[in-house]
């Protein structure tokens, strides 16, 4: 069975251009879906963050009206609470890439706090890419690849690409509000940025980088991931 690091934001709010701090962290559905459907298949998840700190999920994504449900709201709460590994994180320092199988970063907008900029993450990204290991990144973890920047240059540059568009982040109201939007930082990473439906699940696969455009292309990804890991 397979052991898979997720990397998970340590923020709990986002810094909007005014300065101002949105509540945000990690997004429900995008831990919650991958973890379940990976360790209902039998493999090992271990979480990592920043400083090791406990993450914090976006309250935001368990309302009903943004998990689909109140039903699913509910089964998202569960698994969360009964989610050990979200309560003993390891710290992004210490991570050793041959530890691990795969590698999987959930979204909300708490990487577009500290992941973006976070030069353990950067390097981690890196040699992950490198390594042939799959790598999936969600939504708007995709920020962290901003930290893999050498000279000006990115190791993901040239690299089919996803995740959170700005017709979305215009739809959830935010992008007036953001400092950068993460379609736009992409590109000019120079990704092959691609994407599909708004709100819709999709996924791109490039060499054995994975990437899911938002919170509905969580599932999807993990189901990608199993078919690689077994």
Known sequence: MAKI??????ASYWTLKDGTRHPTGYWAEEFTAPYSALTEAGHEVVVATPGGVVPH?????????????????LEEEG????AEELRRPIELADVRLEDFDAVY???GHGPMEDLWNDADSGRLL?????SGK????VCHAPAAMLATRRKGVSPFAG????GFTNDEEEGVGLAPKARWLLEDELVGLGV??????VWKPYTVVDRNLYTGQNPASAGPLAKELLKVLG
Do not use: C, K, N, W
């Not at 698994?79 to 009964?82: A, E, P």
């Not at 890196?126 to 490198?130: C, K, R, S």
């Not at 799959?134 to 990144?137: G, Q, S, Y």
């Not at 092959?192 to 439906?197: K, L, N, Q, S």
């Open 159 to 162: 690299y089919q690409v996803t």
């Open 105 to 107: 970063y959930p979204g």
């Open 134 to 137: 799959p790598l999936a990144i």
């Open 57 to 73: 999920v976006d309250v935001m994504s368990l309302r009903p009206s943004m998990a689909g449900g109140e039903q699913i709201a």
């Open 126 to 130: 890196t040699a992950a890419l490198a």
């Open 5 to 10: 690091l997720f990397v998970v934001t340590g």
């Open 79 to 82: 698994i969360l609470r009964s």
């Open 192 to 197: 092959d940025f691609t994407r599909g439906e």
